[in-house]
């Protein structure tokens, strides 16, 4: 059953860093709502309430429900500022979603069958994720929660690039929109672990010493 985020808010009258500063001390924190068609709108939410939802993965690439003061709206989250070394969230920005429209959002990739493939469980590899979430574009109604990718079939000293991901129908890849090669970016590949390559180094340096010294030739 797919996740449903419903946040409280309250419209913010007060502006500046000194009132931001006031709501931050009475565990609140400023945001704001724009696009759609509508006027950008300063809120202010509860702090606690957020950072609990932010441990879910699917809370920045689900639609939200806003709550605010009553009137609810369909939003997603665009950005998010955080405290340099506090837990503490700063200020958030949201986006309508309105049904017709196109969103662009990062969605969270689910690599699958990754001790199963054959770079892993036959050839002894390592996997290195190099993406853990790509930028789609689609409609509100085709919104994935995340993408799988399987790994199954990755050998050894081989990549998966955006190319290579399989896409819920209609959905898009913002990247690979540009049509250009540069932006087909790796996401996944498996390397020969270090171990594995110094036993390697090992094997070849011994292979290399097999022969001995060079027999002396008779006068």
């Given at each position: ?66 709550d605010v003061g009553g009137a609810k709206e369909q939003a997603i989250i665009k950005d998010i500022q955080r405290h340099p070394f506090k837990q503490q969230i700063l ?23 990754e001790e199963a493939c054959v770079g892993v469980k036959r050839d002894g590899g390592s996997i290195n994720r190099i993406e853990t979430e790509i930028s789609v574009s ?82």
């Amino acid at each position: 059953m797919s996740l449903e985020f419903v946040l409280s808010a309250e419209v913010r009258s007060d502006y500046g860093k000194g009132a931001s500063r006031r709501l931050r001390k009475s565990e609140k924190f400023p945001g704001i709502i724009y696009g759609g068609g509508g006027n950008p709108t300063p809120i202010s939410l509860n702090h606690n309430e957020v950072m609990n939802n932010l441990q879910h993965e699917a809370f920045f690439s689900h639609i939200l429900t806003l709550d605010v003061g009553g009137a609810k709206e369909q939003a997603i989250i665009k950005d998010i500022q955080r405290h340099p070394f506090k837990q503490q969230i700063l200020h958030i920005d949201f986006q309508r979603v309105v049904a017709g429209e196109a969103l662009t959002v990062r969605v969270p990739l689910h690599y699958i069958n990754e001790e199963a493939c054959v770079g892993v469980k036959r050839d002894g590899g390592s996997i290195n994720r190099i993406e853990t979430e790509i930028s789609v574009s689609c409609l509100p109604r085709d919104l994935p929660e995340y993408i799988e990718v399987d790994l199954i079939e990755l050998e050894l000293g081989q990549t998966l690039h955006l190319s290579d991901v399989k896409l819920p129908e209609g959905v898009t890849s913002t990247d690979l929109a540009h049509g250009d090669e540069d932006h087909d970016r790796a996401i996944v590949a498996v390397h020969q672990t270090r171990a594995a390559k110094e036993d390697t180094d090992e094997s070849e340096g011994d292979t290399g010493e097999e022969g001995g010294e060079p027999a002396e030739g008779g006068e």
